[in-house]
């Protein structure tokens, strides 16, 4: 065991004193993560304005559909010049008119709001059009709104429509997870991921490339205790990354899953990072030259996360790729992480668990197959 | 000696040296090019939520609110089921929710009685719920309108600025290019020159009878060259897998052209300052993610508001994905005029050879 810790530590001190080489594992998903804040941004809102020219009872409580839906616009109330021009500078999306005749019109069902649209992204014009649709049809209807959706059909309340469609929502979370939370707590795996593997990888390339490996099989310590030894550090070394991350997480509220999950967070944490730093001695060994082997490590651990559906969400791919996402480990740890963070139970965890740890087993055996070879053969 | 042999013979033994080191170039591409492919993945959660359709109806009123959800706005990407294949799927976080069509919807809404449809949502992610929440509504206006109910006062009349809707991975994949261009040609260039630093033969420089600017000239040549070789490999890409490609290839030439000079540029600069070639490339990634999000990469950044659009206009990624976007789709995603984007890349190209030559001679000092 003294061995064991000797070897770990040795590795470990030799890492955080690699400062290029900690920059190298922790600048790619400290840039994601910025990424996926300045992305909440981009969803959600959309600047939109309005343009009220009707005087009449519909005019006025269309308008103010629109300006209650604030989850869906950042409205501006402008006249229709300045609105016009506010489209074209692309300060707003899109006009919304609620034109002088509307009332009239509307009275023999022909009431028109025009939507003027700069639909260069299919992304924003489809949220606007969803939206603006939703707006006239509430008003009409006003169960089709998102207070008549949860709180009308569900609750045995069902109002006659002229759609003739009422819909009773039920949601399987008590709340909804707020887009950021959402997108980048998968980070944390691509911090495990890049700093295990990168760590790992760097260390065992470097023995080789410095020909220290025969000065490790000429001291006291027996080989399995060497390998061990090694493995150990990798995951230190990802631990002295991650531990931080967490801690700073959950004071800022970012990381909050129920008390009695956070031993099952720790353990898939620590399954994923013993993946990690077997997969990385293993590209330590193949690769050796240190640039190469950040290479491949990073694109090792981007190709994972986004495969995982760090970055997307897996239901969304094509059936193709939703099989090929199955293969991969992360897509376990990504799902495992979400279910203790996000939900109530933690319906799936054992078999995502069961399936990192089986795949830790699998990378971590390889890995210290090939470095105790490596040593035989020093 | 002439400045320009100089630059060729630099030129030259930077591409053997390239050469000698295959893999770390050819994975630098791969880095790039597969980002494409992988910013397309994020592009799939922009429309068509997988929803289980449980239809327990099946009548021509069923069928016809099924048309109308098909075409609400690309909303949802409707697959038939049971509904214990739908629970469990939703228990596993596959589908977004689930849409059940009673027993008996097309008798009672032609009767003109009103029918609640049961919508389970999973709701883990607050912009997918938004998403289904609006869409369901917009399907059911739809669905009014055509089916000719009385009582209905009002619709949307839509005019639209372009007239077509461009698919949204094809618009991302395009954007990606700039962070393509920046990332191997800054990853490509920085290793040219921390390569010097690390095999301790800048002093050679200092040595040789030649300048140091033809020297640096002819590396960054030959990592451009390379660069702009992988940059066709990924407009190749582009096109053969989404079917896309430029309207205006010269622009789009242009374009990719200055982004290979800036970046290679950016990247000689980051070589001199960080003297090592591990670092180069995770460093190259770590600064381009943000900055591609400022680019107007998802959406025309103005309409993130003023901070983060005058913000973008501190990076060339900004102009690049302006004029990126012209050249393959047509679209004009900044307010400035596509000739004065061009024109400040152009400028940015200047800005960063100057830049370099001056990082180059403070080096050596």
């Not at chain 2, 095999?199 to 600017?213: E, I």
Request: proline share 5%; hydrophobic share 55%.
């Amino acid at each position: 065991m003294r061995a064991i810790w000797a070897v770990a530590a040795l590795d470990l001190s030799v890492w955080l004193r690699s400062r290029w080489a900690v920059a190298a594992a922790l600048l790619p998903p400290l840039g994601m993560a910025v990424l996926v804040g300045l992305l909440t941004v981009s969803v959600g809102q959309q600047p939109v304005a309005l343009v009220v020219e009707g005087r009449g009872q519909l005019a006025s409580r269309l308008a103010t559909l629109y300006e209650q839906d604030e989850d869906a616009y950042l409205l501006s109330v402008l006249d229709r010049r300045t609105a016009e021009q506010a489209l074209r500078d692309q300060r707003v999306a899109a006009v919304i008119l609620i034109p002088a005749d509307f009332d009239e019109r509307a009275r023999s069902g022909d009431g028109r709001v025009v939507l003027e649209l700069n639909n260069v992204d299919i992304d924003v014009s489809d949220d606007i059009r969803r939206a603006a649709a939703r707006s006239v049809a509430e008003l009409d209807a006003p169960q089709l709104g998102l207070l008549g959706e949860l709180h009308g059909p569900t609750e045995g309340i069902l109002l006659p429509s002229p759609y003739r469609i009422a819909i009773a929502e039920r949601d399987l979370r008590d709340t909804n997870v707020e887009f950021l939370q959402y997108q980048v707590v998968p980070i944390l795996i691509m911090v495990v991921i890049g700093v295990g593997t990168l760590s790992s990888a760097t260390l065992a390339a470097r023995e080789r490339e410095r020909g220290t490996t025969r000065l490790l099989l000429m001291a006291p310590p027996r080989r399995a205790a060497l390998v061990a030894g090694k493995l150990l550090g990798g995951l230190l070394a990802t631990a002295a990354v991650l531990v931080p991350l967490l801690v700073i997480g959950a004071a800022a509220g970012v990381l909050s899953p129920p008390l009695a999950h956070w031993p099952a967070l720790l353990a898939l944490l620590a399954a994923t990072a013993a993946m990690a730093s077997g997969l990385g001695i293993l590209i330590g060994l193949a690769v050796r030259r240190p640039r190469v082997v950040t290479m491949l490590s990073l694109n090792t651990a981007i190709v994972l996360f986004f495969l995982g559906g760090g970055f997307t969400t897996v239901a969304f791919m094509p059936d193709w790729l939703q099989a090929l996402s199955g293969l991969v480990p992360t897509s376990y740890a990504i799902d495992a992480l979400r279910q203790a963070l996000f939900y109530p139970d933690l319906l799936g965890f054992g078999r995502d668990l069961a399936v990192i740890c089986g795949f830790a087993v699998v990378s971590a055996g390889l890995g210290t197959a090939a470095l105790a070879r490596s040593l035989g053969r020093a | 000696m002439s400045g320009l042999r100089v630059a060729w013979a630099a030129a030259r033994l930077e591409l053997q040296l390239m050469a000698r080191d295959r893999l770390f170039v050819a994975l630098t591409i791969l880095a790039a090019v597969s980002f494409v492919a992988m910013v397309s993945l994020f592009g799939l959660t922009g429309s068509r939520a997988p929803m289980a359709l449980i239809d327990e109806d099946g009548g021509p009123q069923a069928k016809a609110f099924v048309s109308a959800m098909d075409r609400a706005h690309h909303s949802f990407r409707l697959r038939p089921m049971s509904r214990q294949e739908a629970d469990a799927l939703l228990a596993q976080g596959r589908l977004v929710g689930s849409i059940t069509i009673p027993a008996g919807f097309s008798e009672r809404v032609t009767k003109g009685q009103t029918v609640a449809l049961d919508v389970r949502l999973d709701n883990v992610n607050v912009d997918l719920s938004n998403d289904v929440q609006r869409a369901l509504p917009a399907a059911i206006v739809i669905f009014g309108r055509e089916s000719g109910f009385p009582g209905l006062r009002a619709q949307v009349e839509e005019h639209d600025v372009v007239n077509h809707d461009t698919e949204y991975i094809p618009y991302l994949a395009v954007s990606a290019l700039a962070l393509d261009a920046f990332v191997v040609a800054a990853a490509l260039g920085a290793l040219a020159v921390a390569r010097e630093w690390e095999g301790r033969t800048l002093k050679f420089w200092q040595m040789s009878p030649a300048r140091p600017a033809s020297l640096l000239a002819g590396k960054l040549l030959a990592t451009g060259a390379v660069s702009a070789a992988a940059l066709v490999a990924a407009v190749a890409f582009i096109g053969l897998v989404f079917g896309v490609w430029p309207v205006a290839p010269f622009a789009l030439a242009g374009t990719l052209l200055a982004c290979v000079v800036i970046f290679g540029c950016v990247g000689a600069w980051l070589g001199s300052v960080l003297r090592r070639t591990a670092p180069v490339v995770p460093l190259a990634f770590g600064l381009v993610l943000p900055l591609y999000m400022d680019s107007g990469a998802l959406e025309p950044t103005r309409f993130d508001g003023d901070p983060i659009w005058i913000i973008a206009h501190g990076t060339p990624l900004y102009y690049a994905v302006g004029v990126l976007e012209w050249a393959f789709h047509g679209l004009q995603v900044t307010p400035e005029p596509i000739l004065v984007d061009m024109a400040v890349l152009v400028g940015f190209a200047v800005a960063a050879v100057l830049a370099t030559r001056g990082a180059l001679r403070r080096s050596r000092a």
